[in-house]
């Protein structure tokens, strides 16, 4: 009978300690910057719950071989974004927070100063007014764009192909009494609901490395800016470390093609001439991960136990019935992409941040 009792006791103790644990980090824990997203209120964005697993299997199908990357057709790309985008914007506002980007780690700043910078060093490139009309070609959930707004003034008209993220940033807008500074469009940065020459400004966080040709995207921007006007893109792109010989490398930067909804990588050769192809002037252009910066990919590594912890409450969620089905083969597959992404800041032939500044001109 004691025997008994004593174990009935410990296993009470047991389902506090991990039941409390577990309501702690899927209802209250949210990511470090502003609250968005508890783990409870993870969903799959514009996609119904019972349709998560599907937008999952056909986010894979999209590539012509399941272990290469090539999509069938530049015209799929824009669809294959916004699935990707439905399934994992709630995943990256739970764990890392409304800026959907990385930024170089700066010591004795938090992750959130540190983001704010790096958005914060786009305007003062821009050198942007308030009241000028500056465009934001991808803009997520708008953390840069609330960022950007609120340092500057500028009236910021932000366009991202997910209706979902749509939502999101206007909500978070409101919620930060920037929305009648912050605009969102639903809509594809190749062919912008824009007229000609009108925008003071543009840049694009993190975002263009989503086209399939990047002069696409490139020529749109120049379009829609006013003559004389500056554009500044933060680019992925592979450096000159990168080895097509290498099979390691090549495998490193199909991981990150795969798991992050890219065509293919492009070089950081290709960026200015392309720039140059539609018109601009290439004002500066400098791989902003380079020393003295310190990396951009810390977070990354830091965040393994995180992801492991992550990965049970999705994993608990699921199978409760809270979470949507195919959250956790989504959460898994981010869980791979942050290692593969990791090794591509290590061996130094990716970066996230290829700056370059343009002027359309007068
Ligand atoms: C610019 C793009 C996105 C860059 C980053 C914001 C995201 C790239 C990989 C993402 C993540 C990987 C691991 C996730 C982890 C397993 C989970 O528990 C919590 C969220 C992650 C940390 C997630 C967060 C966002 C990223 C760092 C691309 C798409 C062009
Ligand atoms: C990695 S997120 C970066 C978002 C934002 N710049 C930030 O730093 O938080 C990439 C963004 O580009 C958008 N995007 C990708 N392809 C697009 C397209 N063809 N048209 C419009 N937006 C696109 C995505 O919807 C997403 O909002």
């Given at each position: 009978m004691e025997f008994f009792n004593e174990l009935l006791t410990l296993f009470c103790t047991a389902l506090v300690v991990f039941g409390g644990g577990f309501f702690y980090f899927a209802c209250l824990f949210g990511s470090a910057?502003?609250?968005?997203?508890n783990a409870v209120q993870l969903s799959g964005g514009s996609l119904a719950k019972e349709k998560v697993q599907e937008g999952y299997e056909q986010y894979w199908s999209f590539f012509r071989h399941p272990n290469g990357n090539?999509?069938?057709?530049?015209?799929k790309v824009p669809a294959f974004v916004d699935t990707f985008y439905n399934l994992v914007t709630d995943i990256y506002e739970w764990g890392?927070?409304?800026?959907?980007h990385f930024s170089p780690r700066i010591s004795g700043k938090s992750h959130r100063d540190a983001t704010r910078m790096h958005e914060e060093m786009a305007v003062n490139l821009l050198d942007l007014k308030p009241g000028a009309r500056i465009l934001d070609a991808g803009?997520?959930?708008g953390g840069p764009m609330r960022a950007i707004a609120a340092h500057s003034g500028a009236n910021i008209v932000g366009i991202t192909i997910n209706e979902y993220q749509v939502k999101r940033a206007r909500a978070h807008n409101k919620k930060a009494g920037l929305d009648s500074l912050c605009e969102v469009v639903c809509g594809n940065f190749l062919q912008m609901p824009f007229a000609d020459d009108s925008f003071d400004g543009a840049y694009s966080i993190e975002?263009?490395?989503?086209?399939?040709?990047l002069e696409e995207v490139y020529r749109e921007i120049y379009r829609v800016l006013k003559p004389g006007s500056l554009y500044v893109s933060y680019e992925w792109v592979t450096t000159e470390?990168?080895?097509?010989?290498?099979p390691e490398h090549v495998e490193i930067i199909r991981g990150i093609e795969r798991g992050d909804a890219l065509p293919r990588l492009r070089s950081y050769k290709d960026i200015a001439e392309i720039a140059t192809k539609v018109g601009f002037e290439v004002v500066k252009e400098k791989?902003?991960?380079?020393?003295?910066?310190?990396?951009?990919?810390t977070r990354l590594k830091m965040g393994r136990i995180a992801y492991w912890r992550n990965h049970v409450v999705v994993t608990v969620l699921a199978w409760l019935g809270?979470?949507?089905?195919?959250v956790t083969d989504v959460h898994d597959m981010l869980f791979v992409t942050a290692d593969y992404l990791a090794k591509g800041g290590d061996t130094g032939i990716f970066t996230p941040m290829h700056m370059i500044l343009c002027r359309k001109p007068e």
């Open positions: 910057e502003q609250k968005g997203k090539e999509i069938d057709t530049s015209d890392w927070g409304q800026s959907f803009c997520g959930v975002a263009t490395c989503h086209a399939p040709k470390l990168y080895d097509s010989d290498d791989d902003l991960a380079k020393p003295p910066a310190e990396p951009w990919w809270i979470a949507p089905k195919g």
